[in-house]
């Protein structure tokens, strides 16, 4: 196995394979403009008093087949008002994912309860079933389901845990908006489906989240749980607060930018996903390298690609192999967020709050607690993704990934 000399790779002496600047287009533009003047003109700015939140929630609801959606102010928002609906509480535990942004977990410890991770899939990148089931005691009351890179969980077997236990299924879709787990929309299979617009999202109107359910029981505590527990339905305000919950309240400038984004969002997802299926089967059969493979039964929306490599196949480290790739031209990083959420700090020294005893001190957090998540984050790179990425971007992708894999083998033909 060795690469021409005409096709040596930039590291080696070669020509970088990417001749031409990835593909880019505006994200924001006329529609969100206009929007944003209905919003202005309508004299309030306040969710209750305006239309734009409310059309966003509607559509978002009608899009995902659910009666009800509740817009807030952020993901972490979106997933702080999940458990404060289904009621967690101080000493419960919730089991989640140690691959997240620490908005999944932040929530959890707001309401005195317990983060406890379960290891991942080597794969696809989402919780292990078995892994769940085995952390489950007495205390628990929750899954706390990561759809990683826009790659649906097992739900179907996590929803089978969770009904054998009484426990909740919440459904962290930051990173799936439009993806799909055995024909129905993501955030639909569990309790609560909960969905950041950040910045760095699908659709994004700056800052802001959603939440859905078909539980009519649950919604009425969503919409509560955003807005100080004040009761807000037409011709009514009650402020007889009955539990404690914050002001995640979505603005009407963030809601009308949500509304034109959502109209994008079906193409956003369905140029995603082709441009990465096809990348995927230009780079199957490289030997050195794993590929993200999505969980059966799920059509994922694809918000970054992230492979693995098997260093002792490929006779380099996930960092010597970004920093080849990033020579060819491509925007990638290797180990994602560098290491399990528990084992930053917060967890490790317990440093949460400044004084007094919170549940979570209670219980050990260090390396070593999920060996398949840690390995993952050792091996993986990400090649970060955009919607307009061109044809032309995917071949000269695909022959950077090919021939620098090809050129470590032939270093190393173990």
Not at 205 to 229: S, W
Request: proline fraction near 6%; include cysteine; charged fraction near 20%.
């Amino acid at each position: 196995m060795h690469p021409s000399s005409t096709d040596l790779p930039a590291i080696a002496g070669g020509e970088p394979a990417k001749r031409t600047p990835f593909g880019r287009e505006k994200r924001y533009g006329e529609e969100e403009l206009q929007q944003l003047r209905e919003a202005l003109e309508q004299g309030s700015l306040f969710y209750a008093h305006g239309n734009k939140v409310k059309t966003l929630e509607k559509r978002f609801a009608e899009m995902n087949g659910v009666p009800y959606a509740v817009a807030c102010s952020s993901g972490t928002a979106a997933i702080h008002a999940a458990l404060i609906a289904v009621g967690i509480s101080p000493g419960d535990e919730v089991i989640t994912s140690p691959i997240t942004d620490m908005g999944s977990v932040i929530p959890i410890l707001y309401q005195g309860a317990v983060p406890v991770f379960a290891d991942l899939h080597p794969h696809s990148y989402t919780l292990l079933p078995e892994s769940v089931e085995a952390r489950i005691t007495s205390r628990t009351r929750a899954v706390l389901a990561v759809h990683l890179w826009g790659n649906a969980c097992d739900l179907q077997a996590l929803r089978d845990i969770c009904r054998r236990h009484n426990l909740w299924l919440i459904e962290d879709c930051a990173q799936a908006f439009g993806c799909r787990y055995q024909g129905e929309p993501i955030g639909t299979v569990g309790d609560i489906g909960c969905f950041s617009l950040n910045e760095f999202k699908h659709i994004s109107c700056g800052d802001g989240g959603i939440v859905i359910t078909r539980d009519e029981r649950l919604a009425p505590r969503l919409r509560l749980a955003t807005d100080k527990c004040y009761n807000r339905e037409p011709g009514v305000t009650q402020r007889n607060a009955t539990f404690l919950a914050n002001n995640y309240r979505m603005t009407e400038l963030q809601g009308a930018v949500a509304v034109a984004q959502l109209e994008k969002l079906e193409s956003i997802v369905a140029r995603r996903r082709r441009w990465c299926e096809a990348l995927s089967e230009n780079l199957r059969g490289l030997s050195g390298i794993t590929l993200p493979r999505p969980t059966p039964g799920c059509e994922p929306s694809w918000w970054f690609y992230m492979l693995r490599v098997v260093p002792e196949l490929l006779g380099a480290d996930a960092d010597t192999f970004a920093d080849a790739l990033r020579a060819e031209g491509l925007p990638v990083g290797a180990h994602y967020i560098g290491q399990c959420v528990y084992e930053y700090p917060i967890f490790t020294n317990h440093s949460a709050f400044e004084r007094g005893t919170h549940a979570y001190s209670a219980r050990l957090y260090s390396k070593g607690l999920c060996p398949s998540a840690e390995a993952i984050l050792a091996t993986c790179v990400i090649l970060s993704i955009n919607e307009a990425y061109t044809d032309t971007d995917l071949e000269e992708t695909a022959h950077a990934i090919r021939r620098v894999v090809r050129w470590f083998r032939s270093k190393n033909p173990s």
